[in-house]
């Protein structure tokens, strides 16, 4: 995720833009940027790598003059950590500049066909290709600059956030499609930005935009709202909204960590929207190897185990999921024709480095899967994937570990030869995860909590890659309620731990179509001593006592039910009293041994 904002108005833009790129800085801060247009008609542009505090010491953006302006706070996707790749981008002939949040699934071929106009680029982003089809349908083929911007859009795939200013007329249009983007509604001055903190200071008066909305800000400081895909006139209402700006950046939501549970929807999306080219890259790098690790800690090691699972199905592939702390007692096995994947939201975890490290002194290769751009597991992998999951600001892992199982699932796709059925699969979960996050879903889950708030102890069931969902679930819930809460695999049940069951223990069992038939049988076990039966599933059972619907979705089964079980851990929290988005004794990145 990018943060992204616009203003036109009848106050110097430069400390309006400032404040609200500090207000967004919650969606991505490795690269930040300025454009403001001065009383010449010149653009004046001030952009760096860095937080955007750090690039104001160094650069001050407040002294850049102008009325109207745009500004950029970044989490890379498409091109590293650079200042060329920081937005705002400019055309080459200087006129049109452009910021944008999310991914121009189509931008290669668009670039070469720009190429081949003779343009030239100076970044290695997906976004640069924008400015610059806008300059070729204006000085090519003879459009106005509103023309122009809505061809552009029309010929972009991909879910984006887009907003352009014109340098002679200083018009400023904005378009959302699957990126969240928002008008402001001020006296006399008008502001486009990823989310409301960005100018709730400002004005209280939001329009919410809709997928296909293009709001055109006019000079004369009036607006309107059309739909780029067919040009008709969009009436949207001006609502007000009641947050006060601490709670602001959190949305509508009381934490980040609801927050980031809801952003699954889109985020889920967005790690699934890889570069063909970079999975078949890795593909290659997992046939061509004798011997793979997955290697990760907490959330990231189930993700791996989860993994293990899915490419022994899917691929008939042997994986080895080793946790990253443990992975010294591997060494005598590596060669330098093994694989290592090293999976990390953070890419800091000292113990996944230290594994990293270990690979590389005996000649590995190694490969990581992360969400933060420029970390040290990319500094040290020979390739990266990236999750694209924007900054995941609780300490739990919520939205990165499905991001997570996203990627490490359409490699698995990728190894069966199976890229574009994968693709499809990841797609459909959208409805499913929008479901699982609905309010109606979160209030259901709440009667839940408000019973297990009050046990000591909770018990979780899965086989197969439920089993890994099965120890995620136990981890999510210790961790933010600290309630004792452990996971077993169904048939481990028998072999000691049902020793634990007695009348009201309960226990959560998650359910798929492969594992139904055995892990009832282990509920089952339960249920006889007493226990207090949570379902996850397709199918309500009379052997539960209380279900929770999610639909069967086969191999993307892990993604889609651990869901329930991280809203279930969030609302234990709250009811508790405790800090979902900072629980005791945790850090978001374990740096330390
Ligand atoms: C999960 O909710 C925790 N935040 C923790 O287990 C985390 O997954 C682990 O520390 C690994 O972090 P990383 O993905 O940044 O390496």
Known sequence: MCGIIAYTGDERAAPILLEGLKRLEYRGYDSAGILTIDENSEFELKKDVGKVLEIDQKLNFLDLEGDSGLAHTRWATHGGVTRSNAHPHISNNGKIAAIHNGIVENYKELRSKLISEGFTFCSETDTEVVPNLV?????????????????????LEGNFALVLIDRDSKMIVGAKNGSPLVLGVGKNKFFLASDIPAFLDRTKDVVYLYDGDTVILHPERRYEIIDYRTGKVVQRPIQ????????????????????????????????????????????????????????????????????????SKLASFHINAVLASEFSAYEDFLKEDTLVIAVTQSGETIDVLDAIKTAKQKGCQVVSIVNVMGSSATQFADASIFLNAGPEVSVLST??????????????????????????????????VYNITAASMRNRIKDLADRLSKVEHIFVLGRGPLYATALEAALKIKEVSYIHAEAFAGGELKHGPISLIGKGTPCIVFVSKDTERHIISNAMEVKSRGGYLIGIGPTPLDTFDFFIKVPESDELNPICQIIPIQILAYQLAVILGHDPDRPRNLAKSVTVR
């Not at 300059?135 to 010929?155: C, P």
């Open 135 to 155: 300059e070729y349908w204006i000085e090519k083929r003879g459009l106005d600059f509103l023309h122009a911007v809505l061809n552009t859009f029309q010929s």
């Open 399 to 432: 939205k990165t570990y499905t991001a997570q199982l996203t990627v490490l699932t359409l490699l698995a796709y990728s190894l069966a030869g199976k890229y574009e059925e994968g693709q499809r699969e990841l797609k459909y979960l959208w409805n499913i």
């Open 240 to 311: 007000s909204v009641s947050w006060d700006i601490e709670h602001a950046a959190k949305g509508e939501f009381d934490h980040f960590m609801l927050k980031e549970i809801s952003e699954q929807v889109e985020t889920i999306q967005k790690a699934s929207a890889q570069d063909r080219e970079v999975i078949e890259d890795i593909t290659q790098r997992i046939r061509r190897a004798r011997g793979v690790f997955l290697i990760g800690c907490g959330s990231s090691f189930h993700a791996c185990l989860s993994a293990s699972y899915l490419f």
